[in-house]
């Protein structure tokens, strides 16, 4: 079973920075994609940042030019560098992995981590 693990996360003055750290139980090169996903109460999980492991990265408008994905295969880890943070990054932050088996695709999902902005 595929575990993955975030760490990082916090409380933070807006326009500081923090650095979200997923780790995967397994060999990350298995999955198509990996990603950071966030979500407020009341509010359905977004999609922060994706990184594939062939193709460009994808970033939400909302972090574009603060956030970046970075994925270390020889780590096994899939990180997110959060900088010039705001109150409404406040949330939990999902690490998902994406793995494609045929025409079948699992989804893992780590445990979250709250991130919090404010003064």
């Known amino acids: 079973q595929v575990q993955l693990v975030e760490s990082g996360g916090g409380l933070v003055q807006p326009g500081g920075s923090l650095r979200l750290s997923c780790a995967a139980s397994t060999n990350i090169f298995l999955f198509e994609v990996m990603a950071w996903y966030r979500q407020t109460p009341g509010k359905q999980r977004e999609l922060v940042a994706a990184h594939p492991r062939v193709g460009s990265r994808k970033y939400a408008d909302s972090v574009k030019g603060r956030f970046t994905i970075s994925r270390d295969t020889a780590k096994n880890t899939v990180d997110l560098q959060m900088n010039s943070l705001k109150p409404e990054d406040t949330a939990v932050y999902y690490c998902?992995?994406?793995?494609?088996?045929?025409?079948?695709?699992?989804?893992?999902w780590g445990q979250g981590t709250q991130v919090t902005v404010s003064s």
């Open positions: 998902k992995a994406e793995r494609v088996i045929g025409t079948a695709t699992d989804n893992y």
